[in-house]
Nanobody
Framework: QVQLVESGGGLVQAGGSLRLSCAAS????????MGWFRQAPGKEREFVAQISTRGSRTSYADSVKGRFTISRDNAKNMLYLQMDSLKPEDTAVYYC????????????????WGQGTQVTVSS
């Protein structure tokens, strides 16, 4: 089992940057595929990015490709999302999640979720 706690959200102007962090508890962090998802008001939760267990493989939603970078530090049990060139449409609650079994963009395949951190981008 793994527990996840996000941090780093906030209010930023369009074009700015934020770095989200996700601290994981447990000794098996390195065995999980990790992902970032987001949910805007009135919308469904959507995939943002994912990273393989060793960090050698990453995938991104088309809407964030080239602007966001996912990374992990297994020695520190940490997951990160560097967000650059932010747009108002990036405004959402961002969640980190862990999947024990699959490299997948489907939220249903992620068993463990953090509580979320709010990101607001003003125009």
């Amino acid at each position: 089992q793994v527990q996840l706690v996000e941090s780093g959200g906030g209010l930023v102007q369009a074009g700015g940057s934020l770095r989200l962090s996700c601290a994981a508890s447990g000794r098996t962090f390195s065995s999980y595929v990790m992902g970032w998802f987001r949910q805007a008001p009135g919308k469904e939760r959507e995939f943002v990015a994912q990273i393989s267990t060793r960090g050698s493989r990453t995938s991104y939603a088309d809407s964030v490709k080239g602007r966001f970078t996912i990374s992990r530090d297994n020695a520190k049990n940490m997951l990160y999302l560097q967000m650059d060139s932010l747009k108002p449409e990036d405004t959402a609650v961002y969640y980190c999640a862990a999947s024990p079994s699959a490299y997948t963009v489907q939220a249903r395949d992620y068993n463990y979720w953090g509580q979320g951190t709010q990101v607001t981008v003003s125009s």
